[in-house]
């Protein structure tokens, strides 16, 4: 039996071993793009009580609402590819997104803004 290493390298050489993803990695993927998807199907429930048994504001604040929606789904399928590809490429970047969440949650507040600006509006005439 020999005492040699069984991996040898010559001095200042690296070996590259593969690296092994753990599944929970794309189980944290998908549970972020589905709770994205809940929030969107709760605001796209909101448009449709808007939509159905609202005023004419009303369906304005739900074509609002509906657009942020579909939106935030778009969003949330981009994102969760994106990460589906880099934990699959073994991506060493960051996983994290600044402007998506920001930029929806300003769509969302002027959606809202929006509804209300419109009902006092109609409750002064």
């Known amino acids: 039996m020999s005492s040699q290493p069984l991996l040898q390298t010559a001095p200042g050489k690296r070996i590259a071993l593969p690296v092994r993803v753990e599944p929970k990695v794309f189980f944290?993927?998908?549970?972020?793009?589905?709770?994205?998807?809940?929030?969107?199907?709760?605001?796209?429930g909101l448009a449709i009580g808007l939509l159905?048994?609202?005023?004419?504001?009303?369906?304005?604040?739900?074509?609002?609402?509906?657009?942020?929606?579909?939106?935030?789904?778009?969003?949330?399928?981009?994102?969760?590819?994106w990460r589906a590809r880099s934990i699959r490429t073994r991506g060493q970047g960051g996983f994290d997104d600044r402007f998506g969440p920001t930029i929806l949650a300003i769509l969302l507040l002027a959606a809202v803004v929006v509804n209300f600006v419109l009902r006092i509006t109609t409750l002064e005439n």
């Open 52 to 81: 159905n048994f609202g005023d004419s504001v009303g369906r304005i604040s739900a074509g609002l609402f509906t657009v942020v929606a579909m939106a935030a789904m778009v969003y949330a399928l981009i994102t969760y590819h």
């Open 28 to 44: 944290a993927n998908e549970r972020t793009f589905l709770s994205w998807l809940n929030f969107t199907v709760i605001l796209g």
